[in-house]
């Protein structure tokens, strides 16, 4: 049996999934079989959304949508041999990216 190639949902992809199996009269099951979804999966996401809050926002420590470009800071022209810079990046869950120079 050939392998299925893995497809990349963001929020807005699992939204619609799950509008289109809710209004397919199918069960969870039939649906994702149907559509070769992984059922567990499917309803991963259907409670993550489920759970949304009043501003349309994941609650916090739950999955973001992938589909999301993360904004561009702008340091400005940095020159070698200039004074001491320090770029601290914090990538949450206790993680912080620290470049320094001088």
Avoid: H, Y
Avoid at 73 to 100: K, N, Y
Wanted: net charge positive; glycine share 14%; proline share 4%.
């Amino acid at each position: 049996m050939g392998q299925r190639k893995r497809i990349r949902r963001g929020t807005t992809g699992w939204q619609k999934l799950i509008s289109r199996q809710s209004g397919s009269g199918l069960s969870v099951l039939e649906f994702c079989r149907r559509e070769g979804i992984n059922a567990s999966l499917f309803r991963r996401w259907q409670s993550r959304l489920t759970s949304l809050n009043s501003d349309g926002e994941l609650p916090s420590g739950t999955m973001r949508d992938v589909e999301a470009p993360a904004p561009f800071i702008d340091l400005g022209e940095v020159r070698s041999g200039g004074p001491r810079l320090e770029v601290r990046l914090d990538l949450g869950g206790g993680l912080v990216l620290s470049i320094a120079r001088g």
